[in-house]
């Protein structure tokens, strides 16, 4: 069998301007192929498939230790720039600061109780308010590994970082004692200045580390003075015999421009699809053959489903992918859309056989078809954009660029006016100021034509993190928008002047993250260009232009599904003695008495349709047993559900997300002991109660995938022998009601 080498493709887009125009930077580069002869090792040496034989999840906490935490045996944390910057520990309700940093964590952990470690570079650099420009190289090494009996080793770990430049951070893995190492980015699609892309890391380093008696990894901070990386839940285990990955999902509108140049729109006004320049959308993924075994009949499916209803479905053409092998696989068979609704797009990665981890073969992203609102953006921010990194002055714009495909007329112009929670000095504050603007591409002048502004306004506290529209004042004639290429744009005004301290003077406003949209929509212009010169931005910035179209619906039916499985096998909702659900919320003013949910075929799934909710409107909503909130989900002042309504509205949850809450466990469990611990796949569950309750007996993988489950009625004490000889070694967690015991299987 032919083995690959394993590429971590890095994509570092710098903002810049070509000509008049916006460079565009979609063009998509296939994966490489470049071949590596690999060892195959004896079928006598294979063990099971997906077997964790090494895991870390951090937990230093030392008591004893001045710090609060050690460094166990044969881990080591070098500084090589004598800085006095060393990677730490931080316990799981630490939090991450500095001068531009505010996290309250590890935001990906799997297990944050019990702590993660991180490279506070912001923190080092600011140290007591006084800025440094130190650049720090450090890292963290694991204590050798002993591969010899591994066919196949794939690292995995949860990851969050913010970095500038991105190959600041990387693995480093060496099986010759550190003279020569293989090096593998974390960044993936990571722009500059931004979070992570990639926080579930799942990379096969079998080409350096399989077959190997001693392996030394170490984790990498490399001359960067800004933010943080931090890291968790590191495990070493078997490929899969058949495990494909997809790992790169395009979703494309076209034109007749062909310039690649749209991306992923979440809103899409219908005047402008039924036209010759709308292409509809194309399809393209790339895949990781991260398994043993090569990978027979790949392929790529895309299937569109319109308010429910599938409308689209097509397969790529169908390759094998080798071991290591990354591929591209294009769908150039377009969809249109036809009418108003909610456009769900699924990409499924195929082959032959049975994959070990089906849940990485999907991608899915919604989009909109609407009749007035055009955006890249949805209607929550991730993070934040500015113009602090591209000289921050009084008077800079933020924009996107929008094609015209039909003539319309533009109504106003929307925007994300955001105060970041965390650092409320650098970012937007009431008495700022702001402007709207819609520029035009023109192709004679070759240059970019000033049309129609708002007014003038004044941010006012009422305005902070909401979406913020603004009326165009129509002159008859500039509103009238022809085919061609328009930035709608919001011009900032801080009162810092020109390069502006961006620690005190900064407007911000909200950036979209949770869609892979084109970089070259979303741009940024200084006051101080000469020219209207518009550039790429990193940020997928929170702007939308509202057309003058009508007939689209106001109004849609909500479904309200939940799973009460749980609640009935444990006697905590017993529909049968006449306990009934509801379900409260701010679409009926937190009264759900006249919202009761049905099973009407006895399946556990309660159902309620609440008709002509206001699209486009956020709800918030709990549901209750009984009509109290006594026993509602999420009791103590828990967090309520919260869902956007749309023309298509079909809700599916877990009542309490699957927790149970027959009893308080709190005073009922006095222990949960499982032994022995470590232990072969056989092992004994002893539980003591301190009175007679129902128990909920779950273990699950460090994927999160459900291996065991059990439910026990009425018991003060209970034991029962549990084998898990059938699935992969490694570690695992079993919870007996809310209680939790960590359990490694050798």
Same mark, same amino acid.
């Given at each position: 069998?032919?083995?690959?080498?394993?590429?971590?493709?890095?994509?570092?887009?710098?903002?810049?301007?070509?000509?008049?125009?916006?460079?565009?930077?979609?063009?998509?580069?296939?994966?490489?192929?470049?071949?590596?002869?690999?060892?195959?090792?004896?079928?006598?040496?294979?063990?099971?498939?997906?077997?964790?034989?090494?895991?870390?999840?951090?937990?230093?906490?030392?008591?004893?230790?001045?710090?609060?935490?050690?460094?166990?045996?044969?881990?080591?944390?070098?500084?090589?720039?004598?800085?006095?910057?060393?990677?730490?520990?931080?316990?799981?309700?630490?939090?991450?600061?500095?001068?531009?940093?505010?996290?309250?964590?590890?935001?990906?952990?799997?297990?944050?109780?019990?702590?993660?470690?991180?490279?506070?570079?912001?923190?080092?650099?600011?140290?007591?308010?006084?800025?440094?420009?130190?650049?720090?190289?450090?890292?963290?090494?694991?204590?050798?590994?002993?591969?010899?009996?591994?066919?196949?080793?794939?690292?995995?770990?949860?990851?969050?970082?913010?970095?500038?430049?991105?190959?600041?951070?990387?693995?480093?893995?060496?099986?010759?004692?550190?003279?020569?190492?293989?090096?593998?980015?974390?960044?993936?699609?990571?722009?500059?200045?931004?979070?992570?892309?990639?926080?579930?890391?799942?990379?096969?380093?079998?080409?350096?580390?399989?077959?190997?008696?001693?392996?030394?990894?170490?984790?990498?901070?490399?001359?960067?003075?800004?933010?943080?990386?931090?890291?968790?839940?590191?495990?070493?285990?078997?490929?899969?015999?058949?495990?494909?990955?997809?790992?790169?999902?395009?979703?494309?509108?076209?034109?007749?421009?062909?310039?690649?140049?749209?991306?992923?729109?979440?809103?899409?006004?219908?005047?402008?699809?039924?036209?010759?320049?709308?292409?509809?959308?194309?399809?393209?993924?790339?895949?990781?053959?991260?398994?043993?075994?090569?990978?027979?009949?790949?392929?790529?499916?895309?299937?569109?489903?319109?308010?429910?209803?599938?409308?689209?479905?097509?397969?790529?053409?169908?390759?094998?992918?080798?071991?290591?092998?990354?591929?591209?696989?294009?769908?150039?068979?377009?969809?249109?859309?036809?009418?108003?609704?909610?456009?769900?797009?699924?990409?499924?990665?195929?082959?032959?056989?049975?994959?070990?981890?089906?849940?990485?073969?999907?991608?899915?992203?919604?989009?909109?078809?609407?009749?007035?609102?055009?955006?890249?953006?949805?209607?929550?921010?991730?993070?934040?954009?500015?113009?602090?990194?591209?000289?921050?002055?009084?008077?800079?714009?933020?924009?996107?660029?929008?094609?015209?495909?039909?003539?319309?007329?533009?109504?106003?112009?929307?925007?994300?006016?955001?105060?970041?929670?965390?650092?409320?000095?650098?970012?937007?504050?009431?008495?700022?100021?702001?402007?709207?603007?819609?520029?035009?591409?023109?192709?004679?002048?070759?240059?970019?034509?000033?049309?129609?502004?708002?007014?003038?306004?004044?941010?006012?506290?009422?305005?902070?993190?909401?979406?913020?529209?603004?009326?165009?004042?129509?002159?008859?004639?500039?509103?009238?928008?022809?085919?061609?290429?328009?930035?709608?744009?919001?011009?900032?005004?801080?009162?810092?002047?020109? +390069?502006?301290? @961006?620690?005190? *003077? =900064?407007?911000?406003?909200?950036?979209?993250?949770?869609?892979?949209?084109?970089? %070259?929509? &979303?741009?940024?212009?200084?006051?101080?260009?000469?020219?209207?010169?518009?550039?790429?931005?990193?940020?997928?910035?929170?702007?939308?232009?509202?057309?003058?179209?009508?007939?689209?619906?106001?109004?849609?039916?909500?479904?309200?599904?939940?799973?009460?499985?749980?609640?009935?096998?444990?006697?905590?909702?017993?529909?049968?003695?006449?306990?009934?659900?509801?379900?409260?919320?701010?679409?009926?003013?937190?009264?759900?008495?006249?919202?009761?949910?049905?099973?009407?075929?006895?399946?556990?799934?309660?159902?309620?349709?609440?008709?002509?909710?206001?699209?486009?409107?956020?709800?918030?909503?709990?549901?209750?047993?009984?009509?109290?909130?006594?026993?509602?989900?999420?009791?103590? +002042?828990?967090? @309520?559900?919260? *869902? =956007?309504?749309?023309?298509?509205?079909?809700?599916?949850?877990?009542?309490?997300? %699957?927790? &149970?809450?027959?009893?308080?466990?709190?005073?009922?469990?006095?222990?949960?002991?499982?032994?022995?611990?470590?232990?072969?796949?056989?092992?004994?569950?002893?539980?003591?109660?301190?009175?007679?309750?129902?128990?909920?007996?779950?273990?699950?993988?460090?994927?999160?995938?459900?291996?065991?489950?059990?439910?026990?009625?009425?018991?003060?004490?209970?034991?029962?022998?549990?084998?898990?000889?059938?699935?992969?070694?490694?570690?695992?967690?079993?919870?007996?009601?809310?209680?939790?015991?960590?359990?490694?299987?050798?």
């Amino acid at each position: 069998m032919k083995r690959f080498t394993l590429f971590i493709l890095v994509l570092v887009i710098f903002g810049s301007a070509f000509g008049q125009k916006i460079r565009k930077t979609n063009n998509i580069t296939p994966y490489s192929s470049f071949e590596k002869k690999m060892d195959v090792p004896d079928e006598s040496r294979l063990k099971s498939e997906g077997e964790v034989f090494f895991s870390e999840t951090f937990n230093w906490k030392d008591p004893s230790n001045e710090r609060g935490w050690s460094l166990p045996a044969g881990w080591k944390i070098v500084e090589t720039t004598d800085f006095g910057m060393p990677w730490v520990w931080r316990a799981g309700t630490d939090s991450i600061r500095g001068r531009w940093t505010f996290e309250k964590g590890h935001k990906y952990s799997l297990t944050p109780d019990d702590g993660y470690i991180v490279f506070p570079a912001d923190e080092y650099n600011f140290v007591d308010g006084i800025q440094t420009d130190f650049y720090p190289v450090c890292y963290v090494e694991m204590p050798s590994i002993n591969c010899s009996s591994r066919p196949t080793v794939v690292l995995k770990m949860r990851q969050y970082y913010r970095c500038n430049p991105t190959t600041s951070v990387k693995i480093l893995v060496s099986n010759d004692k550190g003279s020569h190492w293989a090096t593998y980015s974390m960044a993936y699609e990571t722009d500059l200045n931004i979070f992570c892309k990639n926080p579930f890391v799942e990379v096969n380093i079998s080409d350096v580390a399989a077959g190997m008696t001693d392996v030394w990894i170490r984790f990498v901070w490399d001359n960067m003075r800004y933010y943080f990386w931090a890291i968790d839940d590191v495990t070493l285990s078997e490929a899969f015999n058949n495990e494909l990955q997809l790992e790169r999902p395009w979703l494309y509108l076209t034109d007749l421009e062909a310039d690649g140049d749209e991306g992923f729109a979440f809103m899409v006004p219908g005047s402008q699809t039924g036209t010759d320049g709308f292409g509809g959308y194309t399809f393209k993924a790339g895949f990781l053959n991260a398994g043993r075994d090569d990978q027979e009949n790949c392929l790529l499916n895309a299937e569109v489903f319109k308010n429910g209803v599938s409308v689209y479905n097509q397969n790529s053409v169908s390759r094998d992918i080798w071991a290591l092998q990354r591929d591209t696989f294009p769908i150039t068979s377009q969809f249109s859309p036809d009418g108003f609704g909610n456009y769900e797009m699924v990409l499924t990665a195929k082959q032959k056989q049975a994959d070990g981890i089906p849940a990485n073969n999907i991608y899915k992203d919604t989009y909109y078809i609407t009749d007035s609102i055009y955006s890249y953006s949805d209607w929550d921010f991730e993070t934040y954009s500015s113009t602090a990194g591209f000289g921050n002055n009084d008077g800079d714009y933020l924009g996107c660029v929008f094609d015209i495909e039909k003539t319309c007329e533009v109504n106003s112009i929307s925007t994300m006016i955001m105060q970041r929670p965390e650092n409320k000095i650098a970012s937007t504050k009431p008495g700022y100021n702001f402007q709207y603007w819609l520029f035009k591409y023109d192709e004679t002048e070759a240059a970019w034509i000033e049309l129609i502004s708002s007014e003038y306004t004044e941010v006012t506290q009422e305005m902070l993190d909401k979406w913020i529209t603004l009326e165009l004042q129509k002159d008859g004639e500039s509103e009238f928008l022809d085919p061609g290429q328009y930035v709608a744009a919001i011009q900032v005004f801080h009162g810092g002047g020109v +390069g502006a301290n @961006n620690s005190q *003077y =900064r407007f911000t406003i909200g950036s979209d993250n949770s869609h892979r949209s084109s970089l %070259g929509k &979303s741009v940024y212009r200084t006051i101080t260009d000469a020219d209207p010169v518009w550039y790429q931005n990193r940020d997928m910035s929170m702007i939308r232009m509202n057309i003058k179209e009508t007939g689209a619906p106001k109004n849609a039916d909500v479904v309200f599904n939940v799973d009460m499985t749980l609640p009935i096998a444990n006697g905590y909702f017993k529909p049968a003695s006449g306990d009934f659900l509801d379900v409260a919320g701010s679409f009926n003013g937190w009264n759900g008495t006249a919202h009761h949910l049905t099973d009407v075929d006895g399946d556990g799934i309660y159902t309620l349709t609440v008709p002509a909710l206001a699209t486009f409107q956020k709800i918030e909503y709990k549901y209750r047993i009984n009509g109290d909130w006594n026993t509602s989900e999420f009791p103590s +002042g828990g967090p @309520n559900r919260v *869902y =956007r309504t749309s023309y298509y509205n079909m809700i599916r949850d877990i009542y309490n997300n %699957g927790v &149970s809450m027959a009893v308080d466990v709190n005073s009922l469990v006095s222990s949960v002991n499982a032994y022995p611990n470590p232990t072969n796949g056989e092992f004994t569950l002893a539980v003591a109660n301190k009175g007679v309750t129902d128990i909920n007996i779950l273990i699950t993988n460090i994927q999160g995938q459900t291996v065991y489950h059990n439910q026990v009625k009425s018991v003060l004490n209970y034991q029962e022998n549990i084998d898990l000889k059938a699935f992969a070694k490694g570690m695992y967690f079993l919870r007996v009601n809310q209680q939790v015991v960590k359990l490694v299987v050798r």
